[in-house]
């Protein structure tokens, strides 16, 4: 039974703070299988490998130190930091290699990191609120990891890998290709720093006061990101303005739905109004993200082609959205 309540507090929260995530993607989404792919990477991959790995490099820094707190030290802030956001890492950069045409923003690079720390967390949370909470401290116990684990630092995996998201987010909107080989690695780079400044932090200045020191930290770092995507969606809002305008000129789309594409709600609310709707709206974004890439890279990857498939799409859909 704690074991099932333990997989339940890892896992639900998490599902609902993906959601969350997703939902902040306001003018294109970005498609739900990949999300959900990622987001089991980090449940999966991730966790599962950081797990054999962090031991054994633990292990092996006792044989070496003959030190147990050397051991403890060396995988909490030299380790563990470094396995598990490369290990994370890996599945934005999948999504970066692999699937180039879903990666439009520096946004994207946000929510696919974030989701697949959002993963590793919750194989991360099950495991210590089971084994450091109920078996250590019974149910009493499972309840203070829980408040811990999923409520106070709940956010910092998906915090820490959104910065390896945003590194390779940059690489794909420049054309500098030394910035497009250092932007990745800054982005692992600080993700790596920040986890390895929270793990240590805490415990260098010791206590409850330390811990608390520690939450006023992290929580400030969680709203400058926070802040970081308003901007951010307000930035898209931006290129929807600009790149529709040719499409109201041209009479694909109506004046009343360029409105309604430019509001952050929409894609919200348009599966209100039927498929049709959802998917002309989504497709505005589509077509407003590849029209600004097209005037800034050129054709690559197609977007021209990509550009006029969206075009015809919203030709048929934009008699039946409202």
């Given at each position: 039974?704690?074991?099932?309540v333990s997989?339940?507090?890892?896992?639900?929260?998490?599902?609902?703070?993906a959601?969350?995530?997703y939902?902040?993607?306001?003018?294109?989404?970005e498609?739900?299988?990949?999300?959900?792919?990622?987001?089991?990477?980090?449940?999966?991959?991730?966790?599962?490998g950081?797990?054999?790995?962090?031991t054994?490099?633990?292990?092996?820094?006792f044989f070496?130190?003959?030190?147990?707190?050397?051991?403890e030290?060396?995988?909490?802030?030299?380790?563990a930091?470094?396995?598990?956001?490369?290990l994370?890492?890996?599945?934005?950069?999948?999504?970066?290699?692999?699937?180039?045409?879903?990666?439009d923003?520096?946004?994207?690079?946000?929510?696919?990191?974030?989701?697949?720390?959002?993963?590793?967390?919750?194989?991360e949370?099950?495991?210590?609120i089971?084994?450091?909470?109920?078996?250590?401290?019974?149910?009493?116990?499972?309840?203070?990891l829980a408040?811990?684990r999923?409520?106070?630092?709940?956010?910092?995996?998906?915090?820490?890998?959104?910065?390896?998201?945003?590194?390779?987010?940059?690489?794909?909107?420049n054309?500098?290709?030394?910035?497009?080989?250092?932007?990745?690695?800054a982005?692992?780079?600080?993700a790596?720093?920040?986890h390895?400044?929270?793990?240590?932090?805490?415990?260098?200045?010791?206590?409850?006061?330390?811990?608390?020191?520690?939450?006023?930290?992290?929580?400030?770092?969680y709203?400058?990101?926070l802040g970081?995507?308003?901007?951010?969606?307000?930035?898209?809002?931006?290129?929807?303005?600009?790149?529709?305008?040719?499409?109201?000129?041209?009479?694909?789309?109506?004046?009343a739905?360029?409105q309604?594409?430019?509001?952050?709600?929409?894609?919200?609310?348009?599966?209100l109004?039927?498929?049709?709707?959802s998917?002309?709206?989504?497709?505005?974004?589509?077509?407003?993200?590849?029209?600004?890439q097209?005037?800034?890279?050129?054709?690559?990857?197609?977007?021209?082609?990509?550009?006029?498939g969206?075009r015809?799409?919203?030709?048929?859909?934009a008699?039946?959205?409202?």
């Amino acid at each position: 039974m704690a074991l099932l309540v333990s997989l339940f507090l890892g896992f639900f929260p998490m599902f609902l703070y993906a959601a969350f995530i997703y939902w902040l993607d306001r003018y294109e989404k970005e498609p739900k299988a990949l999300l959900g792919a990622a987001f089991f990477w980090g449940v999966i991959i991730a966790a599962g490998g950081a797990f054999i790995v962090n031991t054994a490099l633990g292990i092996g820094i006792f044989f070496i130190t003959g030190s147990e707190a050397a051991a403890e030290v060396g995988t909490t802030s030299v380790v563990a930091p470094i396995v598990e956001e490369i290990l994370k890492g890996l599945a934005v950069a999948i999504v970066f290699f692999l699937f180039r045409k879903e990666f439009d923003s520096v946004l994207d690079g946000v929510i696919y990191g974030g989701i697949a720390g959002l993963g590793f967390a919750a194989a991360e949370n099950t495991f210590y609120i089971y084994n450091m909470g109920y078996l250590e401290g019974g149910w009493e116990g499972l309840a203070i990891l829980a408040v811990i684990r999923v409520l106070l630092v709940g956010w910092m995996h998906a915090f820490f890998t959104a910065f390896t998201g945003i590194g390779f987010a940059v690489a794909r909107l420049n054309k500098n290709m030394l910035i497009k080989f250092i932007a990745p690695l800054a982005g692992l780079g600080a993700a790596i720093f920040l986890h390895a400044f929270h793990n240590t932090f805490s415990s260098l200045v010791g206590g409850m006061g330390g811990f608390a020191l520690g939450l006023v930290v992290d929580w400030v770092g969680y709203a400058f990101m926070l802040g970081f995507i308003i901007w951010l969606i307000a930035h898209e809002r931006k290129i929807v303005k600009k790149q529709l305008v040719e499409e109201v000129s041209s009479g694909l789309i109506s004046q009343a739905q360029y409105q309604r594409a430019l509001s952050p709600w929409t894609l919200t609310t348009a599966g209100l109004s039927g498929a049709a709707t959802s998917r002309f709206y989504q497709a505005c974004g589509e077509l407003a993200h590849k029209k600004e890439q097209l005037g800034k890279h050129g054709d690559e990857g197609g977007n021209t082609a990509i550009v006029e498939g969206l075009r015809k799409e919203l030709a048929a859909l934009a008699p039946r959205a409202k």
